[in-house]
Structure formats: structure tokens, C-alpha cells
């Protein structure tokens, strides 16, 4: 039992020197949080510690945790020098066209044949009542090694407006992640070996618990490389197309260019909204025949309730009708009687003439 103690304690004293070995290279190259989980084995080495632990044994440990931590930094050091650089391509394109349909074709075949990949697309297919015309946004996987043939067929097929690039070296960081999953890996071994050899069932699930904890931190690190290696493998081109009937100028002007580039863009855009007048309201007339046959039958309506009124007016007068005869014949017989007088008048004035 004792040998079997005196074992744990000389594997826990390898894996922490082994740790401490992979955060050196950490600080030293990468900026990676990955540590190894080693509260357990530390707790487990001060109890199954012996207090009265002979110091030729207590040398011994150390000779060997010595000797394993720096085998396990020079291979470290000699992955570092030889894996490749692990560099991370991202490119961002906006470009135009004129012939939106011949140029998705071309770049899908294009993208087939290279060995690439759509990865998302999100296409407008325009709309006819209000002009505007067609775009897509596509993000597309291309293998590394022939990211610029495909970066130089798509600006010989179109206009374009905007090109950026950026390149992420993760190279210090995957060699960190596989190194330290190695020693993981390594750990693993010896703690099978452990497990086969253990007595008591304390140690069995010590041992155990230890294990699986092991095994998915070995898992989580493969998976990350996996994605690093994707994204190293295929570049990643984020690219928006937009159907144009004219091609923006990429080059600097004179004053005298940009009058006269102004001045046809001008003619341009009056040529446009004209045609584009023309066009709504060759779309827009059933609306009008329609509308125009709802006011003209409102019209008629009105009319002929208007005439039906003034018939039942002239066949049946109101009393408001009556007073209003009323007061016309008032008028007419007052301005008989002033007639009269008048000419009464005249007479009278006429008659006295002679006397004088």
C-alpha cells in the first residue's frame, strides 16, 4: 500500500512540473488560457503523503520530475519550430455589376472549381414598383492556397468599390493547445496504468474522476484545433454584389471630369425619374379607370338628386316657399303704387304749365 502511495505522489509531482513547463511557454509565446485542472492531485498528494517520507526518496522524486520536465520542454520547443505558420485569411469585397445573373454563374462554377463553398447567401430580387434593382451577400470558403485566383476572377468579372483584408496568425496559440493537449494525453496513459494497479475503491474513484476530467479537456482542445485547422484550411471571403445599370468611377478626377461626369449624371437621373414616371403610371391605370368610374358615378348621383329636390319643390312648395312668393308679390305691388304716384306726379305737373 505504501509503494502504491509512493507512486501517486511521484505522478502528481510530474504532472504539476509538466504544467508549469507548458505555462512557461505560454507567457512566452501565446496568449492562451488553457491550464490544467490540478487541485485534485495536489489535495491527494498531502493526504497520501507519508509524514515520515525518507529524504533519499524525496530526491529521487525530484530527480525524475526533473528530468521529464525538461524532455517535455524541448519537444515544446521543437513543435513550436516545426509546425507551419497557422495563418487566418479574412477578406471583405463589395463590387458591382450589370449583368447580375451571367456573374452569380460564373462565380458559382468558379467557386466548384476550386474546391469551395457557399457557406450563407442572402439575395433581393429587386422590386418593379419601386426601381430598385438586385443584390446578394454571399459568405464563401475558399481553400487557402487559391484565395487570390479567386479574389482576382471576381475583380475581372466586375467593378469593384471596396476590398480589405486581414490575416490573424494563431500559430503560437495552436501550438500551445496541442502541446498542452499532448501532455494531457500523457497524463491520461498514466493514470490508466494507476487504475489498473489500484487496490482500494477510494483510489478507483480517485483515479476515475481524475480520468474523465482528463478526457474532456483532451476532448474541448481537439475540437478547437479542429476549428482552427478549418479555418486555416479554407479562407473566408465575405462578398456583396450589387446590380447597377452604371459603374461607379474608382479613380481620382479633374475638376473638369467631375463637371462633366456631374453634369451627365444629371441628364442621367432626369432620363430616369421620366422613365420611370412613364412606367408607374402605365402600372397605375386600372387603379385610375377605377377610381375614375367610382367619381363619375358619385357625379351622375348627386345630379339626379339635386333634380328629384327641385321637382318636389315646383309640385309641392314648402312654407318657406310660400313666404318667399309672398314677399315677391309684396315687392311687386309696393313698386306698382310708386308708379303710379309718379306718373300721377307727372300729370299734375303737367296740367299747371299752361296756367302760368
Known amino acids: 500500500m505504501k509503494k502504491f502511495r509512493k507512486m501517486i505522489v511521484l505522478l502528481t509531482i510530474c504532472c504539476l512540473f509538466f504544467t508549469a513547463c507548458g505555462g512557461s511557454s505560454d507567457s512566452a509565446g501565446s496568449s492562451g488560457s488553457y491550464k490544467s485542472t490540478t487541485s485534485y492531485d495536489m489535495a491527494a498528494a498531502e493526504e497520501a503523503a507519508p509524514a515520515e517520507a525518507p529524504a533519499a526518496l524525496e530526491e529521487a522524486i525530484e530527480t525524475e520530475a526533473g528530468a521529464g520536465g525538461l524532455d517535455s520542454a524541448a519537444t515544446v520547443e521543437g513543435s513550436t519550430a516545426e509546425t507551419e505558420r497557422k495563418l487566418i485569411r479574412t477578406i471583405d469585397m463589395s463590387v458591382e455589376t450589370q449583368h447580375y445573373d451571367e456573374l452569380l454563374t460564373t462565380l458559382q462554377q ?37 484565395l487570390d485566383a479567386f479574389v482576382d476572377r471576381v475583380g475581372e468579372e466586375c467593378n469593384v468599390i471596396r476590398e480589405s483584408e486581414y490575416v490573424e496568425d494563431v500559430t503560437l496559440t ?35 474522476s481524475r ?15 479542429r476549428t482552427y485547422d478549418n479555418l486555416v484550411d479554407y479562407s473566408t471571403v465575405y462578398l456583396y454584389i450589387d446590380e447597377v445599370e452604371r459603374y461607379t468611377p474608382v479613380q481620382e ?25 412613364i412606367i408607374e403610371f402605365i402600372i397605375s391605370i386600372p387603379y385610375l379607370v377605377v377610381w375614375g368610374a367610382v367619381l363619375v358615378a358619385l357625379a351622375f348621383l348627386l345630379r339626379l338628386i339635386r333634380k328629384k329636390r327641385r321637382e318636389k319643390r315646383s309640385h309641392d312648395p314648402s312654407p318657406e316657399t ?13 313698386e306698382s303704387r310708386w308708379k ?12 299747371e304749365e299752361p296756367r302760368l
Do not use: C, W
Open 340 to 351: 303710379r304716384k309718379e306718373k300721377e306726379t307727372e300729370e299734375s305737373h303737367g296740367s
Open 253 to 277: 478626377k479633374t475638376d473638369l471630369e467631375k463637371i462633366k461626369s456631374g453634369f451627365g449624371e444629371s441628364l442621367y437621373q432626369v432620363g430616369r425619374g421620366i422613365k420611370n414616371f
Open 322 to 334: 310660400g313666404k318667399k312668393a309672398a314677399g315677391t308679390l309684396f315687392r311687386s305691388r309696393r
Open 174 to 208: 495552436y501550438v500551445d493547445m496541442d502541446s498542452h493537449r499532448q501532455m494531457l494525453a500523457v497524463e491520461q496513459q498514466r493514470l490508466l496504468e494507476l487504475l489498473e494497479k489500484a487496490e482500494t475503491i477510494e483510489d478507483i474513484i480517485a483515479l476515475e
Open 211 to 225: 480520468l474523465s476530467e482528463v478526457r474532456y479537456e483532451i476532448e474541448s482542445i481537439a475540437s478547437q484545433l
Open 110 to 146: 468558379q467557386i466548384r472549381e476550386l474546391g469551395g463553398y457557399i457557406e450563407h447567401k442572402d439575395a433581393y430580387n429587386g422590386s418593379q414598383t419601386s426601381g430598385a434593382l438586385r443584390y446578394i451577400s454571399m459568405t464563401v470558403r475558399i481553400p487557402s492556397d487559391r
